[in-house]
């Protein structure tokens, strides 16, 4: 069964400052990643998603992650962050030939970001 | 082009009831996931539906029940409520079930006393 593993519960950092937040997954083959991010009392909305070629993806909010296959990682990067960034972010994974599919995406616990002023 | 939909926004049940969430799809999305979101944790996969028909379930037990009507959108009913079923219900919509992206609506968060 696949699943996901965001180390970090919390994460502080200043306001400007770079942000890496780590996501490493388990997957029997190469799988669908998706970042998501959920600001309070709000649903999930898409940041960026891999599903195959380049493994530097963009996505909105100035917000890029890298899938690394040897390292089973897909960790999300911003250069500067803004204290609008403020929320929990989600990395999901997803079968591969499908959307979710059938067995739904799986999604780590979360990373709770607080940026400093 | 709307986005999905979910009501009611909250809701306050007492164990042993019963509820029904529903869910308006994205137009143009045929397919629906239903996720539940304990308070600090990740959202976990409840089931989906695909053109009518449960495409899918997680570990969550048969008093979860769902279904999918013509146009797309879905309910998710829960009988036999219990404490632990209070939580974020969110609702999920893609064009299909194959590579699609799936797009969260806002919620609803279900209280049971």
């Known amino acids: 069964a696949q699943s996901v593993t965001q180390p970090d519960i919390h994460i502080t950092v200043s306001e400007g400052a770079s942000l890496e937040l780590r996501c490493n997954y388990s997957?029997?083959?190469?799988?669908?990643l998706f970042w998501y991010v959920q600001s309070p009392g709000q649903g999930l909305q898409l940041l960026l998603k891999?599903?195959?070629?380049?493994?530097l993806v963009q996505g909105i909010k100035g917000f890029e992650a890298e899938f690394k296959r040897s390292q089973s990682s897909f960790n999300l990067r911003k250069p500067s962050v803004h204290w609008s960034d403020a929320a929990e972010y989600f990395c999901?994974?997803?079968?591969?030939?499908?959307?979710?599919?059938?067995?739904?995406?799986?999604f780590g616990k979360g990373t709770h970001l607080i940026i400093q002023p | 082009e709307t986005g999905v939909t979910q009501s009611p926004t909250h809701l306050i049940k007492t164990r042993g009831q019963q509820v029904t969430l529903r869910c308006s799809s994205q137009?143009?999305?045929?397919?629906v996931s239903w996720y539940q979101q304990a308070l600090g944790q990740g959202p976990q996969f409840i089931f989906q539906?695909?053109?009518?028909?449960?495409?899918g379930r997680g570990n969550f037990p048969p008093r979860f029940s769902g279904l999918q009507f013509p146009n797309y959108s879905s309910e998710l009913n829960v009988n036999a409520l219990e404490l632990d079923d209070s939580a974020l219900y969110l609702c999920?919509?893609?064009?299909?079930?194959?590579?699609?992206?799936?797009?969260f609506g806002p919620g609803t968060r279900l209280l049971v006393l």
């Open positions: 539906y695909y053109r009518e028909e449960e495409n």
């Open positions: 891999y599903f195959s070629g380049d493994t």
């Open positions: 999920a919509s893609s064009q299909d079930v194959i590579g699609e992206t799936q797009y």
């Open positions: 137009s143009g999305h045929n397919t």
């Open positions: 997957y029997g083959a190469t799988p669908y």
């Open positions: 999901a994974v997803g079968a591969r030939g499908t959307g979710g599919g059938a067995d739904g995406l799986t």
